[in-house]
């Protein structure tokens, strides 16, 4: 007991200390300025639907998947009214209703009308709910059935269920929770850690990965704990993310028994009269018109999708860690980031133990593909079954896909332009250099790491690309040499190849009137950026040190998810991998957004003038006003309004884009700032937060607050 006693009292001062830092930093308050007077000649802002419209309904997915694949619950309506988070990046690019203020009570009204419903857990009492006989009390929320391996005799959806254009995970325990499903599907919940990594690595995928990922829409603050001990209890919450279709859907599970082998079979025989409809289709290419063909055609580029996801991930050093047919979607998209994390290196780094560790090819065929098309063979229509593709044409397009697909990637590593990268990578000189660093990537990541909780990740090749590919951009020799650990003739064949991959791309810069002198800081700036390591998104020690911060901030902050809110941003912030995109010959070199006020702002590098600007897009939520660091500004003001010297605004229904006039070198922070007409400066990348005291007195308030509950 008195080891336990000391543990607790430990943990609790760890957690106290990291807490009051966090929160120096994350706390925050709005402080609008008086509103300014709207102009009726701005352009309309394109129509936008509310939460609860775009999450009601029956689910999306049950017009191709047929109502046999779902069973229905009732959800129940929280007594005291949920907190809601929203991803303002995922509201404004799907055109959902949101202030330009960002979150208000208008929005989690919404919110707790759309999402704001759980389904009872076991031990959750009945105080918590309004009564059965309230008005709204109730909604049904459909969970679908899939399968594929790692089922744990679950149906399906075990915590997640959907309505309209959403599915909510976390939202409680469903009718697909099977017998021995693990504590937290038992309870059909979600932790907040989870939550707040399922939103960032939902983005970051999205825009790193050529077909993208699954983004969450926001998440709802419950109000209830799942407790795994007493003295731990962590916030219950829900993520409402984008409805996805999976090959598991059209899967049977072989861990069902009983009655319900039945209803498996008919929801999977159903589910597959649709295939050709959610089956992807080459790019630019007219599909066949025969459904036999169609489905040909769908499977095959599935394969390509899974091939290209996959050498964009290797690549960029990101590992999912659970390869299944129900952690992809038809279309190639990442979903379900659980086991996903960055890695120092390209070190075989192992989450799951029935997993392959990072950089193994070989699980997509065994636990992915293969399976999925032996589900087709066995259940389709023999006229449909009988064009199917054989496993060997399978592994073969899957390898020869993957192949072409990770040495172009490995290639964009150097920093080549993106204009120019598919014409290089095709070529001799590009595509000898794309496989040498794929194999450089391999040397000294023999071993298999495994998943070790309380041990640092660390880079064991025996190579370091990034500092090589950044050595051979400034065209430092010896920095190669000392990155390719003193092997001299490894030094000069790739350094040899290089010259030759730098002089073909040259040659197609002249062609565009692009010198040398701007080819080569776009090459050295391209490197670093795409070579950095996302340290802050381990699924190891550091992660976890922060996670458990997050949780107790929950109970240190009555009522405040402003801090979670921060922390989902500066993460985001930090850890994009691949930015916005800019015009041709031009890269971004640094993106900052303020969501909660809809802008972004982008430091670009035009590779013909060899210059620099700044690119403010700003979120059209109002058809009155914006909001820019805390003060309203209307369209009017805002559509005269210069930064940096630059040109007047170009507006749209979207947004509004501002660009600088052009620097020879990166902006300074003093050329951020927007002027309007009557001198008003406004920081583009302040987001109105209050000042350092201000937060300091709340940092004492929360944990006189903490201390009180302890107490009591």
Not at 248 to 270: H, I, P, Y
Not at 398 to 414: F, I, P, W
Request: aromatic share 8%; proline share 6%; charged share 25%.
């Amino acid at each position: 007991m008195r080891s336990s006693t000391l543990w607790q009292k430990t943990l609790f001062n760890v957690t106290v200390a990291r807490t009051a830092v966090l929160t120096l930093v994350y706390a925050l308050a709005f402080n609008p300025s008086p509103a300014v007077p709207s102009d009726d000649s701005a352009p309309a802002p394109a129509p936008r639907t509310t939460l609860s419209e775009w999450a009601s309904g029956l689910p999306v997915t049950m017009k191709i998947l047929g109502p046999e694949s779902f069973k229905g619950s009732v959800a129940r309506r929280l007594k005291e009214e949920p907190l809601f988070l929203p991803n303002y990046r995922f509201f404004d690019d799907h055109n959902i209703s949101v202030s330009p203020y960002g979150l208000d009570e208008k929005l989690n009204k919404d919110a707790e009308t759309a999402v704001g419903y759980v389904l009872p857990a076991p031990k959750d009492p009945e105080s918590i709910f309004v009564p059965l006989d309230s008005p709204n009390a109730t909604q049904i929320w459909h969970a679908y059935g899939y399968g594929g391996i790692g089922m744990n005799e679950n149906l399906g959806a075990g915590r997640d269920a959907g309505r309209g254009n959403t599915s909510v995970k976390g939202i409680g325990p469903t009718a697909m929770i099977g017998p021995n499903a693990d504590w937290l599907h038992r309870n059909g919940g979600l932790t907040q850690v989870a939550a707040v990594f399922e939103t960032v690595w939902g983005d970051v995928l999205n825009r790193s990965l050529p077909y993208g990922a699954n983004r969450a829409a926001g998440i709802s603050f419950y109000g209830k704990t799942l407790e795994r001990t007493k003295f731990v209890p962590e916030p219950a919450v829900g993520i409402s993310r984008e409805a996805s279709i999976r090959p598991a859907n059209f899967m049977r599970n072989d861990s069902v028994t009983g009655e319900a082998k039945e209803w498996d079979l008919q929801r999977v025989l159903t589910a597959l009269k649709s295939i050709e409809k959610v089956l992807p289709q080459p790019e630019g290419v007219t599909p066949p018109t025969e459904r036999p063909e169609l489905i040909r055609s769908g499977i095959l580029e599935f394969v390509r999708r899974v091939a290209a996801q996959n050498a964009a991930a290797y690549s960029r050093r990101l590992y999912h860690g659970a390869t299944s047919p129900s952690n992809i979607e038809m279309s190639g998209r990442f979903i379900d980031y659980g086991t996903e994390t960055s890695l120092p290196g390209y070190i075989q780094f192992k989450t799951l133990d029935d997993d392959a560790p990072f950089g193994d090819t070989s699980i997509f065929e065994r636990d992915l593909i293969h399976p999925f098309v032996a589900e087709l063979r066995a259940l389709l229509p023999q006229k449909d079954a009988a064009l199917l593709p054989t496993d060997v044409e399978l592994s073969k397009l899957l390898n020869d896909s993957y192949r072409t697909d990770v040495h172009r990637e490995m290639l964009r590593l150097t920093g080549v332009p993106d204009d120019f990268l598919t014409d290089l990578a095709r070529s001799p000189s590009g595509s000898s250099l794309g496989e040498m660093l794929f194999k450089l990537s391999k040397v000294g990541n023999e071993k298999v790491i495994p998943n070790k909780i309380g041990v640092p990740f660390r880079n064991s090749g025996k190579y370091d690309l990034a500092k090589l590919l950044a050595a051979l951009s400034k065209g430092d020799s010896a920095l190669a040499l000392k990155a390719l650990a003193g092997d001299k003739a490894l030094a000069q064949e790739v350094g040899k190849t290089y010259s030759d991959f730098r002089a073909a791309t040259q040659h197609l810069a002249d062609a565009q009137s692009i010198s040398k002198e701007h080819l080569d800081a776009y090459f050295k700036q391209a490197t670093v950026l795409r070579n950095r390591t996302l340290s802050d998104l381990y699924l190891n020690l550091p992660m976890r040190l922060k996670s458990t911060t997050i949780d107790q901030l929950r109970f240190l902050v009555d009522k405040n998810i402003n801090p979670t809110a921060d922390l989902i941003e500066d993460l985001l912030n930090k850890n994009m991998l691949d930015f916005d995109p800019a015009g041709k010959f031009q890269l971004v070199v640094s993106e900052h957004h303020v969501s909660r006020e809809g802008r972004q702002t982008s430091v670009i590098y035009d590779m013909k003038t060899g210059k620099y600007h700044t690119r403010v897009k700003i979120a059209r939520r109002s058809s009155d006003f914006a909001v820019i660091d805390g003060k309203e500004v209307a369209w009017s003001d805002l559509r005269n309004a210069r930064l940096n010297g630059g040109t007047p605004a170009v507006e749209n229904s979207e947004f509004y884009e501002i660009n600088s006039a052009e620097t020879a070198v990166p902006p300074s922070a003093k050329q951020m700032e927007l002027v309007l007409d009557n001198n008003l400066r406004l920081n583009v990348l302040s987001n109105g937060k209050r000042g350092f005291f201000d937060r300091l007195s709340a940092v004492y308030s929360c944990l006189g607050n903490r201390l009180k509950a302890i107490a009591r």
